[in-house]
């Protein structure tokens, strides 16, 4: 049996030059050349079912642009941002981190849902004065973390505005 003729054909990115060594007919194997300019030799049946229709930088491009949510985990000052805004769930959320966990999500203190999405949190800290040499503060440190009770201090400032009372920290927020 004689494979189908696909050069000159176009399968996605990919336009089939000629034919390449195979052991089989039913195999055939087809050296293409893709939209990138990369040439890979791929089997005809797996192009002909739609399976294959780039080199693989389709793939790549596909999942880069799925991954990508705010480009802001890179380096500098974006990725510092990004900490904050994790380290400020974490310390919300995260039962593993005991003594942190203690002193925020057991005595009730919760990240506001709209900052669930990093790109609010993102632009409501450009709007409201974020630098790079500053740290977030709640105002009410009994507070949580949400837009009216937060504000950019230089860090120098954090220990102004603490629990005055170590028993607080433990003490769910709705108790006092």
Same mark, same amino acid.
């Given at each position: 049996?004689?494979?189908?003729?696909?050069?000159?054909?176009?399968?996605?990115?990919?336009?089939?030059?000629?034919?390449?060594?195979?052991?089989?007919?039913?195999?055939?194997?087809?050296? =293409?050349? =893709?939209?990138?300019?990369?040439?890979?030799?791929?089997?005809?049946?797996?192009?002909?079912?739609?399976?294959?229709?780039? =080199?693989?930088?389709?793939?790549?491009?596909?999942?880069?642009?799925?991954?990508?949510?705010?480009?802001?985990?890179?380096?500098?000052?974006?990725?510092?941002?990004?900490?904050?805004?994790?380290?400020?769930?974490?310390?919300?959320?995260?039962?593993?981190?005991?003594?942190?966990?203690?002193?925020?999500?057991?005595?009730?203190?919760?990240?506001?849902?709209?900052?669930?999405?990093?790109?609010?949190?993102?632009?409501?800290?450009?709007?409201?004065?974020?630098?790079?040499?500053?740290?977030?503060?709640?105002?009410?440190?009994?507070?949580?973390?949400?837009?009216?009770? =937060?504000?950019?201090?230089?860090?120098?400032?954090?220990?102004?505005?603490?629990?005055?009372?170590?028993?607080?920290?433990?003490?769910?927020?709705?108790?006092?």
């Amino acid at each position: 049996m004689l494979a189908h003729n696909l050069r000159d054909r176009v399968f996605g990115r990919l336009t089939v030059l000629d034919r390449a060594p195979s052991m089989s007919p039913k195999n055939a194997m087809w050296r =293409c050349r =893709c939209e990138c300019g990369n040439e890979v030799v791929v089997r005809g049946l797996r192009m002909l079912a739609g399976k294959t229709r780039s =080199c693989g930088c389709l793939e790549r491009e596909v999942r880069d642009k799925r991954n990508f949510r705010h480009g802001d985990c890179k380096r500098g000052d974006k990725a510092r941002l990004h900490n904050i805004w994790n380290q400020m769930r974490q310390r919300c959320r995260d039962t593993t981190g005991k003594k942190r966990y203690q002193a925020y999500g057991v005595s009730g203190v919760k990240v506001c849902a709209e900052w669930d999405d990093y790109t609010v949190f993102r632009d409501w800290a450009v709007a409201n004065g974020y630098r790079e040499n500053l740290t977030i503060e709640r105002k009410d440190p009994f507070g949580n973390y949400e837009p009216g009770n =937060c504000a950019w201090i230089p860090m120098v400032e954090q220990p102004l505005n603490t629990r005055k009372h170590p028993r607080d920290w433990t003490q769910p927020i709705d108790a006092r």
